[in-house]
């Protein structure tokens, strides 16, 4: 019997904090992938260590550990990231059931696609949040200069007339050319351009 799990208990590093309880191999406890978006939010904020509090336990034991103190703590009002009490799945395929046999495997999630159109239709267009503002931090960086379009001056090889952009030529001379006409130099109402 596999006897190689352990329930452990993050802290935050800023205020010693408990603030998650977990369970898993060695490598899990300290690992950072596939944690839920408030263990994420704590921990860029506070950082964090480990206290292992059990060790050499069975996959069954260590769950049962886990949800009996995730409880007990909730319980006592202790705010923790955990999503819920104890393990997610009753049948882990650790536990020799394989995960084809869980209910959901291979399949969608029921609804998902009317949760998704409602969802949108709800928060887009004059219902979405950012409707008629500009972001911030575009505008800024808009300012600089240094994301700003740069205008290739043309000239009209007729006329010698000189424009300082592609647009400005074919607003003066309207056509139904497009600009990328001009870079192949062909004529614009029988007139050529070319690069300066």
């Known amino acids: 019997m596999d006897t190689n799990f352990i329930v452990y208990a993050h802290y935050t590093k800023s205020d010693n904090r408990l603030f998650y309880i977990g369970e ?15 263990w994420k939010n704590i921990v860029n904020k506070n ?9 050499n336990l069975s996959k069954q034991k260590a769950e049962n ?7 007990n703590l909730k319980k006592r009002g202790v705010n923790l990231a955990n999503f819920c009490i104890g393990p997610m799945y009753k049948n882990h395929w ?15 999630s029921p609804n998902s696609s009317k949760r998704i159109t409602e ?5 887009s267009g ?13 505008a800024e960086r808009n300012k600089s200069g240094l994301f700003r379009r740069k205008l290739i001056p043309v000239r009209c090889i007729e006329t010698n007339e000189i424009f300082s952009s592609i647009s400005e030529a074919q607003l003066k001379y309207p056509s139904k050319h497009y600009a990328r006409n001009i870079r192949k130099n062909w004529s614009i109402c029988g007139l050529h351009f070319a690069y300066l």
Request: hydrophobic share 30%; net charge positive; charged share 30%.
């Open 65 to 71: 550990i886990e949800t009996r103190l995730i409880r």
């Open 126 to 138: 004059v219902n979405s949040p950012t409707f008629g503002k500009k972001r911030p931090d575009l």
């Open 94 to 108: 650790l536990l020799n059931a394989p995960k084809e046999r869980h209910p959901m495997f291979g399949k969608k």
């Open 24 to 38: 898993g191999r060695l490598k899990r406890v300290y690992s950072i992938h596939s944690r839920n978006k408030y």
């Open 119 to 123: 969802w949108n239709k709800n928060h």
């Open 47 to 55: 950082g964090f260590y480990v206290k292992i509090l059990y060790k």
